[in-house]
């Protein structure tokens, strides 16, 4: 396994608010929060970015969306709307290089994808 931050949340090794788990992924909350709601999905499967996962794999990125999906319905906001977004590499602003989906929600998001902004 590898040693990224999200793997010791994975192993309990630092804290975090957990909101959800199965055999697949871990979900919790952003420390550095985006929007109202900021939730990280991250797969148990250890891949450093999108590049990274084969078409085999193809799974576990579509487990993240859903899983995503099913928490903005639990949770209310299905229907006002929420934002899924992975980075990937340093134009994009990864930092962890353990693959993961951010959920962003909570308030109208506005545009993204500027240059620089
Ligand atoms: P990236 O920029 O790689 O797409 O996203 C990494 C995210 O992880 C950032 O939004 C950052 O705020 C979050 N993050 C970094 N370290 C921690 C941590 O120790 N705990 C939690 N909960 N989030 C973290």
Redesign the pocket.
Known sequence: MSDT?FHK?MQRQ?P??IVYEDDDMIA?????P?APV?V?FVPKRDFATLNDVPADAADVIGKLAVAAASYAKREGFDRSGYRI???CNGD?????FQI?L?LLAGAPLGHFGTPGR
Do not use: C, K, P, Y
């Open positions: 931050i949340i630092i975090a608010d919790f909350r952003d420390i550095a985006q900021h990280l977004v992975m980075n994009a602003g990864q930092t962890v993961h951010h």
